[in-house]
């Protein structure tokens, strides 16, 4: 059971490049999460889908778009790469609600020079 | 937006010590949950407390809800090497009205080193 699942593990992006971000989950999860973390400041919510075909605003939304393709997979597009967006992010999933436990993938480390 | 403030920011420690890192707003909380992050991983949900006053123990771990549902802590006992990682505090993010927005809300974390 590979739980979540995210591509590419690392990448290194000049300014202006774009991007997307891969994450699938195989646990039959009706939401799903995408968070950055950057040194000190937790975890911030980016966008998520409460379900198939519908996707909301996070915290820190500015720079990014989702794609909520099926049920299993929840993409993540940076169309113009800023230094700003250097930052470890992090796929999550839960059954139902954001209450309930959230799986974490291992993460993709991107670098914006 | 509920503010969580977790302290210590760093703490390192010696192999055996107790230690109590702690998670605190000014907001009332229907939950919260604490996540352990190791390093280069995802977080992992350790515990989730829902009532006030409540007390969970998992191992030499020991969370409290506290009893006016705005704070936590977690206590660890004779802390091990294998316990280094970021602990992450999270409630539901909700509005003024006590809507859920479906999403959580993070600390932003505890850094433990236990060196043995």
């Known amino acids: 059971n590979a739980g979540v699942t995210q591509t590419p593990k690392f990448q290194v992006l000049k300014t202006g490049q774009s991007m997307t971000l891969q994450c699938a989950q195989d646990?039959?999860?009706?939401?799903m999460y995408w968070y950055r973390q950057d040194p000190g400041m937790g975890l911030r919510l980016i966008y998520y889908?409460?379900?198939?075909?519908?996707?909301d605003k996070g915290e820190v939304p500015n720079g990014y778009n989702v794609s909520r393709l099926n049920k299993r997979e929840f993409s993540l597009r940076l169309e113009s790469a800023a230094p700003s967006q250097t930052s470890v992010y992090f796929c999550?999933?839960?059954?139902?609600?954001?209450?309930?436990?959230?799986?974490f993938g291992p993460g993709t480390r991107l670098l914006v020079l | 937006t509920q503010l969580l403030e977790q302290s210590p920011q760093f703490l390192s420690i010696q192999e055996g010590e107790n230690l109590t890192v702690y998670c605190n707003s000014s907001?009332?909380?229907?939950?919260l949950q604490w996540y352990r992050q190791e390093p280069g991983e995802g977080p992992v949900l350790l515990v989730t407390?829902?009532?006030?006053?409540e007390v969970k123990k998992l191992k030499r771990l020991t969370f409290q809800f506290g009893d006016a549902r705005k704070d936590s802590s977690l206590h660890i006992t004779a802390a091990q090497p294998g316990d280094t990682g970021l602990y992450l505090c999270?409630?539901?993010?909700?509005?003024?009205?006590?809507?859920?927005?479906?999403?959580?809300?993070f600390g932003q974390g505890t850094i433990l080193t236990v060196h043995p």
């Open positions: 999550a999933s839960s059954l139902r609600t954001a209450q309930e436990t959230q799986y």
């Open positions: 646990m039959n999860h009706n939401s």
């Open positions: 889908s409460a379900s198939e075909g519908t996707t």
């Open positions: 907001s009332v909380f229907s939950s």
């Open positions: 407390v829902v009532t006030g006053g």
């Open positions: 999270a409630v539901p993010a909700s509005n003024a009205g006590g809507t859920s927005y479906g999403k959580l809300t």
